[in-house]
């Protein structure tokens, strides 16, 4: 009868609507579960999850996993890795065990805006309870990924923490920071688990279309594609309007690299931050460039070829955004201008151009261990402004202009055969247009097709070698740049209107 009893008054207090619970959940759900009421039990697992917030989330996952809530558990682990920073500055932070500290701090799936978080969370723990806790920082500092702090941070934060200095084990997590820093061309050989990006789980991929132009204008706008939803918005503005410009992304932010502005070809660089949707000055390139080819590589964005102004430029410059500076590279063996560069199996390749003469089938590889270049096999075409990217261990090369018209044929080149084969070709001709991969895809953006500039998209699908229409852009873009970022949360939080030049490219 006090079984009856009990199961009566557990049913009556959920009533009918599940969502109102004039009894704890926390006290009816192990009631729930003591007498096999799955529906009530379900129900407290329901509102639970609605009631996610930074201040209880980890006493909702401790709760989940005391009653073996297994989707309860892993929503609310996942909410804690997705809002980490603002988890990290609760009280249910600060009494974690230590085992629990270390498990979240050392996940690949920590979504933070920067490194710089992670350390700021692990002295704050740290110095809740200094006296029983010091003695755990060089467990904890080995999960922080130091290598991807600034500089500055890592001399005016790190090195001066008395909790670090205290340690020789951190001594030596400090030195490999460092010396990652002082030797970029080494960080394929330095490279391990402390210098692996952070890639917040439940992410979506997100293709940007930066800048570009079209008949008598050059666009500072931009938009960008979500996957997800397969529609376009438009985000901040640049600060300044670039065609003919080199887009890249690095970590959690796009780089806009040189260009054209309608008066003058550019050394300037901004970068798009998609948490705060705003643009910000970067260090300047040592170079003005139009018509180059970027690409990242270890963390580091490279510029190569282009035009600044007066000449085809063959030089190339990298520029490291933990130190904020950039640095000549050896020069290429070609003049290239209308250039585009990839990375493939920890080497850039510049693939095609325009030499000031001729429109160019060569193309040359650079290993950064060793500061050179070198030719590979030639192309099938001739290319300059084509679209380049790397799709599962084989780079691509679509379109382009062979000097006599606008191009709708793609190859491919095999690393390990050094050869080039033809692919289906685009449904499209485009010269200026920008090619990227995402989500096992090619996606071919914009361009020109020889009498005017495009918005159409079209898609290529290894597995079919078949080339689809995708969604279009609000703009036509010409001479665009075009890059991919994983973002937990978008569109950004405001829509600015289109913003254009009267400038003809």
Known sequence: MVGLSLRAAVVEAVGCSPSRFPVCPQTLLPAASLLQLNGVRDACCKFLLSQLDPSNCLGIRGFADTHSCSDLLKSAHKYVLQHFVEV??????????????LDLISSDSLNVPSEEEVYRAVLSWVKHDVDSRRQHVPRLMKCVRLPLLSRDFLMSNVDTELLVRHHSECKDLLIEALKYHLMPEQRGVLGNSR??????????????????????????????YDTRTDRWHMVASMSTRRARVGVAAIGNKLYAVGGYDGTSDLATVESYDPVTNSWQPEVSMGTR?????VAVLHGLLYAAGGYDGASCLNSAERYDPLTGTWTSIAAMSTRRRYVRVATLDGNLYAVGGYDSSSHLATVEKFEPQV??????????????SAGVAVLEGMLYVAGGNDGTSCLN??????????????????NIRRSTHDLVAMDGWLYAVGGNDGSSSLNSIEKYNPRTNKWVAASCMFTRRSSVGVAVLELLNFPPPSSPTLSVSSTSL
């Not at 932070?93 to 230590?98: A, H």
């Open 88 to 101: 990290s500055k609760t009280e249910e932070f600060m009494l974690l065990p230590l085992k629990q500290v």
């Open 195 to 224: 210098t692996r990006p952070r890639r917040c789980e439940g992410a979506s991929t997100v293709l940007f279309a930066v800048g570009g132009g079209s008949l008598f204008a050059i666009h500072g706008d931009c938009e960008a």
């Open 289 to 293: 460039r139009s018509c180059l080819g």
């Open 371 to 384: 500061n050179t270049w070198t030719p590979i096999a030639n192309m099938l075409s001739r290319r300059s």
């Open 409 to 426: 044929s793609v190859e491919r080149y095999n690393p390990k055969t050094n050869t080039w084969e033809s692919v289906a070709p685009m």
